[in-house]
């Protein structure tokens, strides 16, 4: 579902820039953010899928 939320912002921004509602530098630092969150949902994805065992103190 994240990755499916995250490319359907990523699309809608694109059709801003095409409509031209924003401009390229706007879009360009967008999509970083837009790219930067997805990798942090894959890796809380990651760990509540295997998550890593803790020795006990």
Do not use: F, R, W
Not at 14 to 20: A, D, E
């Amino acid at each position: 579902m994240t990755k499916s939320s995250n490319a359907e912002l990523e699309t809608q921004l694109l059709l801003c820039v095409k409509i031209n509602y924003l401009n390229n530098s706007d879009i360009e630092k967008a999509l970083g953010l837009i790219k930067e969150v997805g990798k942090m949902l894959n890796s809380l994805q990651k760990s509540l899928i295997s998550p890593t065992l803790k020795p006990e103190a």
